[in-house]
């Protein structure tokens, strides 16, 4: 497809721009394939703004004719008399920052925010801007991505005695949002597994995704059993988790939907494990929102920190009705569930809501943050990121397709890795000195997730990626995030190592917005910014002098 196609005004003049935290100013507006890009070409204090086209979640127009008005600006920088017609886009973008260009020209208008709605919304993935984008300092086509599943297997050198890697899923067909190679219990053949896959949903069967090396418990997950109306059994399954819990007493299943909503899944077709079926294994519920409902709470958060009439009451009162923290609270409270199974009471887990592939990926990688030192480290939180989301087949290009401005009715849309960001925040500022990295690389990652350079959260499953050769052909941001200068930017300069699990405390008095975040583009937040990396440059200098 030509670009060219949907661009029928590349650029106007004399466009006024009004951005948060910066005062309004006059210049060229430019529109590209993947871009818009704003150039004020003042000589003293030249200023550009470059926006991925893809990071705009909403725009909205209006346009009037004006027989007379004064305008904000002269060339000599004076209001001045100008009549004829003009336009205005406000463009909502999905890191929340909120846009206005004024444009002189009402045709010109309304052709800049059709090209605008028309490539920010393209579906075809190779047609996005992570296939253009060539880093100046990166190595063509270097190493894509921190890990797989065979060197995670090679390097856990324990699991090798009771677990094996499974290929039985190198063409996809087994499942289609798994890795290509799998951790699965050795007594287990790969026959075996293809019938698992067949019981439970999208074919996501067990697998391992964490040893815990101080007592050898391990966590699991899965998609839900299809038991069905009848009740249906497998004896494949079964042998599976029996394998996973041989030599001890019992084993949890943690099932992220409410009683009543497993058993309502049961009629449709779902379900969960009988106890007659799985008699050592005891099964916890834990109701976690996701889909709709999560997007909603996200809006509605989102429409509450907007809110500017400066009532404290009816601030809290939106805040409140978002939800959003009580969501923070039931995903802590959840994976410390988890880490205190496996780490106080010394149980292998099993963890599945109906997909597995959303609150599941959340709370199992919240746990092993909660239990594992090697996690908390820039390095270990990147591969963790990778290893339980990336390549565990949460779908991001249907997930994190709007955010919280669109007017599109909403249809797969879910803010999982959001939440994720947000409850590791948390986490982050209850634990200062546990974390190795800052709240700069959270705050990266959640905008990289929903509009970004880089490949690494294209598509929805591994399966997608190699089809369209995501790995061959775009940049990883892990591994960019991780190049010297980036790293220095996105270490805690506080860090202390410790061996010890980071409990969190999930009163609602411990738990706060993520002002970071949520209200990134304000003047209150940008000063607290400033604050912090003052403190962190102090933080550095400290560290580089000799001790006497």
Not at 117 to 145: H, K
Not at 165 to 182: G, M
Not at 364 to 384: E, K, V, Y
Not at 426 to 434: E, G, N, Y
Request: proline content about 5%; glycine content about 6%.
């Amino acid at each position: 497809m030509e670009f060219s196609e949907h661009i029928k005004t590349a650029n106007v003049e004399d466009v006024v721009l009004q951005q948060p935290l910066h005062p309004p100013s006059r210049g060229t507006l430019c529109v590209t394939g993947h871009h818009l890009l704003f150039s004020d070409r003042k000589e003293d204090s030249p200023r550009q703004l470059l926006v991925l086209l893809r990071n705009i979640d909403a725009i909205e127009k209006s346009v009037e004719n004006l027989l007379s008005y004064y305008g904000l600006f002269s060339n000599t920088g004076r209001s001045e008399r100008v009549s004829g017609s003009s336009g205005t886009i406000v463009i909502k973008c999905k890191d929340l920052c909120v846009l206005q260009f004024d444009i002189p020209g009402m045709e010109q208008c309304l052709n800049i925010a059709q090209s605008i709605e028309t490539l920010s919304c393209l579906d075809c993935v190779v047609e996005m801007y992570p296939f253009f984008y060539r880093p100046s300092n990166a190595i063509p086509w270097d190493q894509w991505g921190l890990s797989n599943p065979e060197k995670h297997y090679t390097e856990t050198k324990e699991l090798h005695e009771r677990w094996r890697l499974s290929t039985v899923n190198q063409d996809y067909s087994v499942c289609p949002s798994y890795p290509p190679a799998v951790i699965v219990p050795t007594a287990i053949s790969d026959d075996a597994l293809k019938k698992v896959a067949k019981f439970r949903q999208g074919g996501r069967f067990p697998v391992l995704c964490y040893y815990h090396r101080k007592n050898g418990m391990v966590i699991l997950r899965s998609g839900q059993p299809l038991v069905g109306a009848n009740r249906k059994r497998c004896k494949e399954d079964e042998l599976l988790l029996r394998c996973v819990i041989e030599g001890s007493d019992k084993g949890y299943i943690i099932d992220t939907r409410s009683p009543q909503k497993a058993q309502q899944a049961r009629m449709m077709g779902g379900g969960f494990e009988s106890k007659s079926c799985y008699s050592n294994w005891k099964r916890l519920h834990r109701q976690m929102e996701r889909g709709k409902t999560l997007q909603e709470s996200l809006i509605k958060l989102v429409e509450a920190c907007a809110d500017k009439s400066h009532n404290m009451d009816r601030w809290l009162s939106k805040l409140e009705n978002s939800k959003w923290l009580s969501h923070v609270q039931t995903a802590l409270s959840t994976a410390g569930l988890l880490a205190e199974c496996v780490e106080r009471d010394g149980h292998s887990v099993l963890v599945h809501g109906s997909d597995g592939i959303d609150c599941t990926l959340l709370i199992s990688t919240l746990a092993q943050i909660i239990m594992d030192p090697s996690c908390r480290t820039l390095d270990g939180f990147l591969g963790l990121l990778e290893r339980e989301f990336v390549q565990a087949g949460h779908p991001f290009q249907q997930r994190c397709a709007h955010s919280a401005f669109s007017h599109a009715r909403l249809q797969q849309e879910s803010p999982i890795f959001l939440l994720l960001l947000d409850c590791v925040w948390q986490l982050w500022r209850q634990f200062p000195l546990a974390l190795g990295f800052s709240e700069a690389l959270l705050l990266r990652l959640a905008t990289e997730a929903y509009a970004s350079n880089y490949g690494t959260f294209l598509c929805n499953s591994d399966m997608e990626r190699c089809a369209l050769e995501v790995k061959k052909k775009t940049h990883c941001l892990f591994r960019a995030l991780l190049k010297p200068k980036e790293r220095e930017q996105y270490t805690n300069p506080l860090y202390e190592h410790t061996k010890l699990a980071i409990w969190p405390s999930i009163h609602p008095q411990s738990l706060q917005l993520w002002r970071g975040f949520f209200l990134r583009w304000t003047q209150q937040t940008r000063h607290l910014e400033e604050v912090q990396e003052e403190i962190r440059n102090m933080v550095n200098e400290w560290g580089k002098m000799p001790l006497s």
